[in-house]
């Protein structure tokens, strides 16, 4: 069952839980509504143990064309309920919950992934996309410098001088060249992508969630700490999982050689 939140809808499957950015008409483009719905329902996926993973897609032949520019032309900025860095800070916000959630994420892309588009799927843990894919940073193109901490996960993905490039002079990625340059993790044929996101994020789904959530820990405390601070926390984590009725399980099953079943809350209904 489908459930619409503003331009944003959620599709559950098992522990997956499907968002999608619905404005096809426009290609997906951003505006109010879109972003503070967007952050909503990451919001709440981050705090739900029913789901298991989470997979961010677009409606239509496209993943996310950036900001409406059309709003943005037309000036309407004071039609609308927050101010420009509000939106901003949300629209941010949405992209570190992608990133950071205790769960993992992936960005499905078909077609054009720019501006803030790019940035969103950019914060996902993996990145699969189809042939028709195309990624860029486009705020140059009008004028601006970038949202949604899109420099800050080219970066990250594509080294340094990588992202100076890209950001600066604006080029046009294929899926091919994304892949080449570290952006996705995975190209598929047009008709295989939907297969291979899904079979992923039911394995990532069903698999030990509180083991996933904190070698996501891990991975941001790695960016972000010393080496000391770093071991220090990793052990924390460690104490956790190893504490944990999941690991018991799953340790049980390894020595007798069977599939865990591990422990899962369900979906409310």
């Known amino acids: ?69 059309k709003n943005l032309a037309l000036g309407i900025e004071h039609t609308r309920k927050y101010s420009t860095e509000v939106l901003l800070r949300v629209g941010a916000e949405a ?75 604006c080029p046009t990625y294929s899926a091919d060249e994304a892949f080449k340059n570290g952006l996705l993790s995975k190209v598929c044929e047009v008709d295989a992508l939907c297969g291979e996101v899904e079979s992923l994020a039911t394995r990532l789904a069903d698999g030990p969630t509180n083991a996933l959530g904190c070698i996501k820990s891990n991975l941001k405390n790695a960016e972000e700490m010393s080496c000391e601070s770093y071991i220090a926390e990793e052990i924390k984590n460690f104490q956790r999982c190893r504490n944990s009725e999941e690991h018991r399980e799953a340790l049980a099953a390894f020595l007798e050689k069977r599939e865990p079943v591990l422990p899962r809350v369900k979906a409310a209904r």
């Open 1 to 69: 069952m489908i459930k619409e939140i503003g331009p944003v809808h959620t599709r559950r499957h098992g522990r997956v839980l499907h968002v999608i950015l619905s404005r096809p008409a426009l290609k997906n483009a951003i505006n109010e509504e879109m972003v503070t719905s967007l952050y909503r329902c990451l919001r709440d996926a981050a705090q739900d143990d029913s789901v298991g993973a989470v997979v961010l897609e677009g409606a239509g032949d496209a993943f996310c064309s950036g900001a409406d520019i």
């Open 95 to 169: 992209a570190m919950l992608l990133h950071e959630m205790p769960k993992p994420t992936i960005a499905m892309i078909r077609g054009p992934a720019v501006g803030g588009g790019l940035s969103l799927a950019l914060a996902c843990d993996f990145r699969l996309a189809d042939t028709t894919a195309t990624l860029g940073y486009a705020h140059t193109k009008i004028g601006l410098s970038g949202d949604f901490a899109a420099a800050y996960f080219l970066s990250k993905w594509m080294g340094a001088g990588k992202a100076r490039e890209f950001c600066l002079l």
